[in-house]
């Protein structure tokens, strides 16, 4: 009896685990997915115990399910961090709208100096944070978004004039700069959260928006910055590299942490075309997000 419990437990859990596959049929999929991690650490443990319990076929059954979850995220792990480009670099941070210290950021952002800056969730309360970086960052975009804040970009490059744009409402801001190199496309976005909230109906009203502007005349690449609400294996994130004709680049840095540490998600993520590059986690500063900060190279010329 105790067996043919665990069994149904196991064959319950390969469902869930299969349907966040079909995020590409279903955005309920994808929802699925964040989880995937997680499930997957519950069928190896219902199999451990199917184990013990001589049940050794649906025992190797869950092993392997569990392999093929997360051999691809500890691949994804490994083998992208080793990748990086140089050249240019991005500090991507979702600041939280209630930061006490915007401060903490600007210095850090400072001390790094990177080429680009993308922000969510900036707002009345923590807009201060330009204040010290305006001798540095001249060029910039600021988009309102939803109740949180809303986006910004900014460069220590100028700006192309007429080039800087908001997609109203939805959570994106992007302007061209000139670098010693060439044109660069420049991109903020913070996605809503996943089915059943809005986000695939986000993502379809942005995708033409990155499709024009991976298609721009000029030929220039493109960097995305943003807090994407989605991890890095769905289909969703796949989406938007497609239509953007960018790459993630950068192992999946858990950047949010949930039900006191429990849930901890990569949610934040830097693309860029060519998708050469590498991307280190910085601290919170007073965030709930972890910041990322990328190094990259762009394929100038294409």
């Known amino acids: 009896m105790i067996k043919r419990g665990i069994i149904n437990l ?8 299969g349907v966040g596959y079909l995020g590409r049929y279903h955005p309920a999929g994808d929802s699925l997915a964040v989880f995937r991690p997680q499930i997957a650490l519950v069928i190896l443990l219902l199999a451990i115990l199917l184990w013990i319990t001589r049940a050794r076929k649906w025992a190797l059954l869950g092993i392997v399910a569990t392999g093929v979850a997360v051999g691809p995220i500890f691949w994804m792990s490994g083998a992208l961090s080793a990748s990086g480009g ?20 600007a210095a850090d ?83 809503h959260w996943p089915w059943p909230k809005s986000q695939p109906a986000h993502i379809a009203r942005l995708s033409p928006i990155l499709e024009k502007l991976a298609s721009s005349e000029t030929g220039a690449p493109m960097v995305i ?67 990322l900060f990328a190094r990259f190279a762009l394929p100038f010329g294409r």
């Not at 807090?227 to 858990?254: C, K, Y």
């Open 10 to 17: 196991l064959l319950l859990a390969l469902i869930v685990l």
């Open 86 to 105: 140089t050249g240019l670099s991005l500090y991507q941070k979702n600041m939280r709208f209630r930061v006490e210290d915007p401060g903490l950021l």
């Open 109 to 191: 952002i400072l001390a790094r100096r990177p080429d680009f800056v993308t922000l969510q969730e900036v707002s009345g309360a923590n807009m201060a944070v330009f204040d010290p970086l305006d001798v540095t960052y001249q060029a910039r975009q600021f988009c309102p978004f939803a109740t949180v804040g809303g986006v910004a970009v900014a460069s220590r490059w100028p700006v192309v004039p007429g080039t800087g744009f908001c997609a109203e409402a939805d959570g994106l801001a992007a302007m061209q700069v000139t670098t010693p190199k060439g044109p660069v496309w420049v991109v903020s976005i913070h996605l």
């Open 225 to 291: 910055g943003g807090d994407f609400n989605m991890v890095p294996w769905s289909h969703a994130l796949t989406q938007l590299s497609r239509v953007s004709n960018t790459e993630r680049i950068g192992p999946p840095h858990v950047t949010l942490t949930k039900m006191q540490g429990w849930m901890r998600v990569p949610i934040d993520h830097v693309l860029v075309s060519g998708g050469n590059g590498s991307v280190q986690r910085i601290e919170r500063l007073g965030s709930d997000h972890f910041g």
